[in-house]
């Protein structure tokens, strides 16, 4: 097809936002992780930017709270992606069974969530761990059971819950889209071939939706590895959570409270390379096992 | 299958639905009830929701009826206008040709991994050189960004605007532009309304780019109000039930244009699943 100009003109609009807030910030925040300020002397005169070459970045990894954050959230990302994933995608095998009851239904409901901004999944929850506030202590407690879900070990497990109840209904829905695309002639086979129906969920239809299972698994990655909003509105409420729990909440505490751009600069240049780093990973090693 | 077959499934559904469910009904629930009788956890209270809805819209002068608009301006003309310039981008990738297309596709790719913590110091100082910092716009102009629309549109592109068309309206004579805005556009329509729900989602739920960007209250969107109003309950428990009745208006919208707009999304969420 010609026109050059009407193809220039149609782009335009995303590619200047592409430019303003993706390239130049990305470029800045490199550019800023090797520069910080100096004061001059005893303290007196105006600030000086200087260049400090890589000692944002060695400042960044060896500060054990950055470190422990990062451990946080591949712990939380251990024990969340499989569980999402495979949540969604049994959940979506068996509404797809056939025989499940009140199928539109079901997934309405399931869906449900997503559609609750984050911050206030967060608050809803938070105050069902809340005790006084909570239905669910009060159950616990009427059977004697005495539970604190912002405790020092319960509280990454309350993280992860808030995040499986917000997106799981979203991720079933692409899985169960996924699932109806598969030729139905493929299905009759296998069934004339003997296998019933939870061989045929496994060998059969799982293997068919591997490049959806393959998305979702890298989307929530990403995602996960951002951690922020849940942890900052808990620690409202619990001292369990430290101003720099995630690597998030490190740049966030770095950039606004402590006011030291480099350092900000540098761990959010860390926290963008291992983004990369292990999406890339997870491809290649799907990627590996399909060959 | 078998019956015990056919009862597990059922039941597995059914406590995954429950689960889902009991939050939100949880809510509802407690936005009908006062602060006393949110501690007593009856099940259920003295009916006080028209009293919560009367001390939400009235806390902190009608703070919470700004945000609400704010929120509104944000979301619905930010999704709109995102969805727009995605949709344009994603046709152009689609049906033209030109040198290292495919690199620069990359490149709008790798926008999709880039987290938004990352962009927000830099953001941030970029706004303050350019005195933009605490207005409508520091929050406004970087929700427009959606690389992952720009990918959505490309399929949307190839899979509802034949190119047939598009060489029958050349040969009509219409220009290009005028091709794109007269006819592929209108079948691009349920495109736009998945891109639409899907940016409104983004902007709504919006709320590290708001609290870096905002210090001034009235600019706030709803999901920075509460946040802020829930620090303010620690300590005067006053405010829980009007987190709560905020909370639940807060919902309503999205769960509005879901249901609104449900047979749009569905066919959009398939098409970008199965590719």
């Known amino acids: ?291 | 299958m078998t019956l015990l077959g056919r009862t597990t499934v059922n039941v597995v559904v059914g406590i995954s639905v429950l689960y889902t469910l009991l939050p939100v009904m949880w809510l509802v629930l407690a936005a009908t009830k006062d602060v006393d009788a949110l501690f007593r956890s009856d099940l259920f209270g003295d009916f006080s929701f028209v009293e919560n809805v009367k001390n939400l819209l009235a806390m902190d002068k009608g703070l919470y009826g700004r945000w609400y608009v704010n929120s509104l301006l944000y979301a619905v003309i930010g999704a709109a206008a995102s969805a727009f310039i995605s949709i344009a981008a994603g046709y152009a990738f689609d049906k033209y040709s030109f040198r290292h297309k495919e690199k620069l596709f990359g490149l709008v790719l790798a926008g999709v991994m880039v987290p938004q913590t990352v962009l927000a110091l830099p953001l941030y100082l970029m706004a303050s050189e350019a005195g933009l910092v605490n207005t409508f716009w520091a929050v406004f102009i970087p929700a427009l960004f959606n690389p992952f629309g720009v990918y959505l549109g490309r399929i949307f592109a190839q899979g509802y605007v034949p190119d047939e068309v598009l060489e029958a309206a050349r040969i009509d004579g219409a220009g290009d532009l005028a091709t794109y805005f007269k006819v592929a556009l209108r079948m691009l329509g349920p495109a736009m309304v998945t891109l639409f729900l899907f940016q409104l989602t983004t902007i709504w739920n919006n709320f590290f780019l708001p609290m870096v960007m905002l210090s001034d209250q009235k600019l706030y969107p709803v999901s920075l109000g509460l946040y802020q109003w829930n620090s303010s309950a620690t300590v005067s428990p006053e405010y829980y039930p009007v987190v709560i009745m905020g909370s639940l208006f807060a919902v309503l919208p999205l769960i509005l244009a879901f249901m609104l707009l449900q047979r749009f999304w569905k066919a959009g969420m398939t098409a970008g699943a199965v590719k």
């Not at chain 1, 490199?30 to 105006?46: K, T």
């Not at chain 1, 496994?202 to 922020?228: C, E, N, S, Y």
């Open chain 1, 1 to 291: 097809m010609k026109g050059k100009l009407a193809c220039a003109i149609l782009m335009a609009p995303f590619f200047l936002l592409l430019v303003t807030v993706f390239l130049i910030p990305t470029g800045t925040a490199i550019w800023l992780s090797f520069f910080a300020a100096d004061q001059p002397g005893l303290g007196f005169g105006p600030e000086r930017t200087v260049f400090v070459g890589l000692r944002s970045y060695v400042a960044v990894l060896s500060d054990p709270t950055f470190l422990n954050g990062l451990g946080t959230v591949v712990l939380y990302c251990l024990i969340y992606i499989p569980l999402m994933v495979l949540g969604a995608l049994v959940l979506a095998l068996l509404l797809d069974s056939g025989v499940a009851k009140l199928r539109s239904w079901a997934q309405m409901s399931l869906y449900l969530p997503h559609a609750v901004p984050g911050i206030i999944a967060a608050l809803i929850w938070l105050y069902l761990y809340t005790p006084g506030l909570s239905p669910i202590i009060d159950l616990f407690a009427k059977a004697d059971i005495q539970i604190n879900f912002l405790g020092i070990h319960t509280v990454l497990p309350s993280i992860v819950n808030i995040a499986l109840w917000s997106n799981l209904g979203y991720n079933m829905v692409i899985f169960y889209a996924a699932l109806q695309a598969v030729p139905r002639e493929v299905l009759e086979a296998s069934v004339v071939d003997g296998a019933g129906p939870v061989k045929q969920a496994v060998r059969i239809k799982t293997p068919l939706v591997r490049g959806a299972i393959v998305t979702v698994g890298i989307f929530t990655l990403i995602w996960a590895l951002q951690l922020f909003t849940e942890p900052v509105l808990l620690s409202q409420s619990t001292p369990m959570i430290s101003a720099r729990f995630s690597p998030s909440m490190y740049i966030y505490d770095a950039a606004f409270t402590r006011n030291n751009y480099g350092l900000a600069a540098a761990a959010s240049v860390i926290l963008l390379a291992f983004t990369i780093a292990l999406s890339y990973g997870v491809t290649r090693w799907t990627n590996r096992k399909a060959a």
